[in-house]
Structure formats: structure tokens, C-alpha cells
């Protein structure tokens, strides 16, 4: 009879560090959002047969548009996360300010920021899709968690990850440790491991950018992609983040989301996109810039703070930086 790979809950446990204010604090908040995933995922399975494509005929705070499963996520990923008690601040794509903790925002050790529904375009026609999540631990102490709890650049970020509802559905996560995978068993309802301290695969000349906004791109991004080009890159884009950068962890390459002509900060919010994946892809020996500094860096100065982002192998990175220090 074989045995069973470990789970996230056997793996976290085992793999803490003196970071956390409890050895389990790890395990019950990475189980908090495994679960709130394997219910997402269930939803998107079902999408069509429940009726919860398509709009919710609401806008969230930057104005985009809220479909049905932004929504659902949104909830569930907070419910999952207050039922700990451990979390005293979060904050979400799709909530204006923060969210409120009841009593545990005087007494919970840990703020949590996160996109319920990455790449929610993608809902409606069975494209993949994921939920990106960064955890802290909290500044202030006897008092509300507030802004400056959650207001942090992510070189302050104790824990990062991602759940990617595609194929399969897989859970990644750091802790400042290495990145790991498990993947859903659909039949036992675990996340079981199937990938231990991932590395950033090497260059394998792909690039993943929206190339349709190219009109409005400014002079480094162009010369860039005209370079790539030129070296025979191929394109890959799949209109979700947590997707092409999953896929470029795996495979080689590099994301780019620039800011242009008429969105200078490009469309990435930092704190809830943008540095979790960075977190992911250093420990995984990658990279995250916004051209001329790293993402770990950047002091978020407002909740939705947006930021250019290129994202994946550190010498796709480094080539992209030189054409922007150039400039
Ligand atoms: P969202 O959080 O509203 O879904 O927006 C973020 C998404 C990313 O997942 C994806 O890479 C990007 O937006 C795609 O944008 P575009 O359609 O402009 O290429
Ligand atoms: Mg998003």
C-alpha cells in the first residue's frame, strides 16, 4: 500500500519558523485560505450550472467591473480568515477599506491582504483563474489594527502564495523558505505536495504582456519588446496573472504589465498582486521589478496602490531594466 504525500496542514506544521506568535499559526491560516479555495474552485466548476457567471452588475473600488464570483470570493475568503481569530486587519481588491475584524483586530497577530478572484475575465469562458494572498505580522499593539498594519512594502511580507483554479488546482505558498505546490486531490478533498523548494525555471524566451496596449506604451517597453522579438521570444498570454506567472515559474520567462501613455502606474495593485508574487518569485531565485526597482521595495502609499510590474526569470528582469535605465 503506498502512502499518501503529505498535506499543506502535516507540510506547514512541520515547516514553521520563530516568526509566527504560535508554532500553528502558519498551518491554520494557510488552511483558512485552502479552504476558501477548494469552495472557489467548486464554485467555478459549477459556474454556469449555478448561475454565478457573469456581472454583479457592481463596481469595486478602482471601477472595475464586479463579476458574481469576485463577490462570492471576496466573502468566502473572509470568512475563512476571520473564523481563525488570528487575523486582525485585511484588506482586498474589491473592498474600498479595510475589513472588519470584530474583536480580533485588538487581539489577532496578523494582517492579510489578498485578490479573491484574479483575472476574473477569464470566469466566463473557463479560462483559469486564481485567489493571491500576503500575510504580515501586525505593528501596533493594543489597539485596532488600521492602515499601518497593512500599509507595508513586501520585504515585510511573512507569508505569500496563490491558489490557481486551471487544470488542476494548485496551491503555492512561501513563507520566506522556498515555494512549494501541492495540488487539490478532487477525491480527497487535501491539498496534497507535489513540489518541493521550486526554482525559477531558467530563460526559455517567452514574454507575457497585453501587446495590445503597445500604442501607449512608452520608448523603454517598446525597444524591449522589439528586442525579443528580434531574439525570436514567443508570446504567451493568458490574461491572468497568477496563470502566465505560474506558467513562467515552471517553464522560463517573463510577465510585463507597464504603465503607459494614459495609466502611468499600469493596472497591477501592489499589495494585493503585486508583491505576494514578487515574495514568490525571489524565493524561487526570480525576480519582480517595476522597471528600476524591485517590488519587495515599494512603500504602498494608499490600499490600491498600483505599480508596474515585470515578473519572472531574474535575467529576463535584468534585460528588461536595462532598457529602462537607458531611457
Ligand atoms: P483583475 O484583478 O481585475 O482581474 O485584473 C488583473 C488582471 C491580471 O490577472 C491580468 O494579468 C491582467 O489583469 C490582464 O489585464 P488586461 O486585460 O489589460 O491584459
Ligand atoms: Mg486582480
Redesign the pocket.
Given at each position: 500500500m503506498s502512502v499518501s504525500p503529505p498535506n499543506l496542514f502535516q507540510f506547514a506544521m512541520d515547516n514553521t519558523n520563530d516568526e509566527f506568535a504560535n508554532p500553528s499559526d502558519l498551518t491554520v491560516l494557510l488552511n483558512a485560505i485552502g479552504s476558501a479555495g477548494k469552495f472557489i474552485s467548486s464554485e467555478i466548476n459549477r459556474a454556469a450550472l449555478r448561475d454565478i457567471f457573469g456581472s454583479a452588475g457592481s463596481a469595486n473600488v478602482t471601477g472595475?467591473d464586479q463579476q458574481k464570483l469576485d463577490v462570492i470570493g471576496d466573502n468566502v475568503v473572509a470568512e475563512a480568515l476571520l473564523s481563525t481569530g488570528l487575523v486582525c486587519a485585511m484588506s482586498s481588491?474589491e473592498n474600498a477599506g479595510l475589513i472588519d475584524c470584530g474583536d480580533a483586530a485588538v487581539t489577532g497577530e496578523y494582517c492579510v491582504v489578498y485578490?479573491p478572484?484574479?483575472?476574473?475575465?477569464n470566469i466566463d469562458v473557463a479560462a483559469p483563474i486564481?485567489t493571491i494572498f500576503g500575510i504580515y505580522r501586525r505593528l501596533s499593539e493594543g489597539v485596532p489594527a488600521g492602515d499601518v498594519d497593512i500599509l507595508r512594502p513586501g520585504n515585510e511580507m511573512l507569508v505569500a502564495g496563490y491558489v490557481l483554479y486551471g487544470s488542476s488546482t494548485i496551491f503555492c505558498y512561501t513563507s520566506g523558505d522556498g515555494v512549494h505546490f501541492f495540488t487539490l486531490d478532487p477525491t480527497l478533498g487535501d491539498y496534497l505536495i507535489t513540489e518541493e523548494n521550486v526554482r525559477s525555471h531558467g530563460s526559455s524566451h517567452v514574454y507575457s504582456a497585453?501587446e495590445?496596449?503597445s500604442g501607449k506604451w512608452h520608448d523603454p517597453d517598446l525597444n524591449w519588446v522589439e528586442h525579443v522579438k528580434s531574439e525570436g521570444y514567443s508570446g504567451r498570454?493568458?490574461?491572468?496573472?497568477?496563470a502566465?506567472f505560474h506558467r513562467n515559474l515552471m517553464k522560463g520567462g517573463i510577465?510585463a504589465?507597464p504603465g503607459d501613455k494614459s495609466s502611468p502606474d499600469g493596472?497591477?495593485?501592489l499589495l494585493?498582486?503585486c508583491a505576494p508574487l514578487a515574495f514568490i518569485a525571489e524565493q524561487a531565485g526570480g525576480a519582480a521589478s517595476n522597471g528600476k526597482t524591485a517590488i519587495r521595495n515599494i512603500e504602498p502609499t494608499q490600499l490600491h496602490h498600483r505599480t508596474p510590474m515585470y515578473i519572472g526569470n531574474a535575467d529576463e528582469v535584468a534585460l528588461l531594466e536595462g532598457f529602462h535605465s537607458r531611457a
Open positions: 472595475d481588491e485578490d478572484v484574479d483575472g476574473s475575465s486564481g497585453n495590445g496596449n498570454y493568458i490574461g491572468a496573472l497568477v502566465d510577465y504589465y493596472k497591477l495593485r494585493f498582486e
